[in-house]
Nanobody, 125 residues
Framework: QVQLVESGGGLVQAGGSLRLSCAAS????????MGWFRQTPGKEREFVAS????????YYKDTVKGRFTISRDNAKNTGYLQMNSLVPEDTAVYYC??????????????????WGQGTQVTVSS
């Protein structure tokens, strides 16, 4: 079973950037599709982006297209979410997750089997 640990969250001003990392251990990271989700208090966890096993195919929530970039380095067992042009509405706890089932366009959290503990991103106006 792969374990995931996110890092890189923090406080940033609107218009700024952050890069989140997701370190995997205990499993073959390259066998999994990876996704990023986020959640704010009182709201459902929502999909942000996903990437195929080899990193060739990506899929994004419409509101982050052009601002966020998902990537992965299988040799380092690490995934990333580069977030640019951040806005206060991006404030949330961000989670990485992985799934074995095929299909990179996977927006439902139930499709993912393993999750990290989350990292807080706060964007001030």
């Amino acid at each position: 079973q792969v374990q995931l640990v996110e890092s890189g969250g923090g406080l940033v001003q609107a218009g700024g950037s952050l890069r989140l990392s997701c370190a995997a251990s205990g499993g073959s990271f390259s066998r999994y599709i990876m996704g990023w989700f986020r959640q704010t208090p009182g709201k459902e966890r929502e999909f942000v982006a996903s990437i195929s096993m080899g990193g060739i195919s990506t899929y994004y929530k419409d509101t982050v297209k052009g601002r966020f970039t998902i990537s992965r380095d299988n040799a380092k067992n690490t995934g990333y979410l580069q977030m640019n042009s951040l806005v206060p509405e991006d404030t949330a706890v961000y989670y990485c997750a992985v799934k074995l089932r095929p299909g990179v366009a996977a927006e439902s959290d139930y499709e993912y089997s393993n999750w990290g503990q989350g990292t807080q991103v706060t964007v001030s106006s």
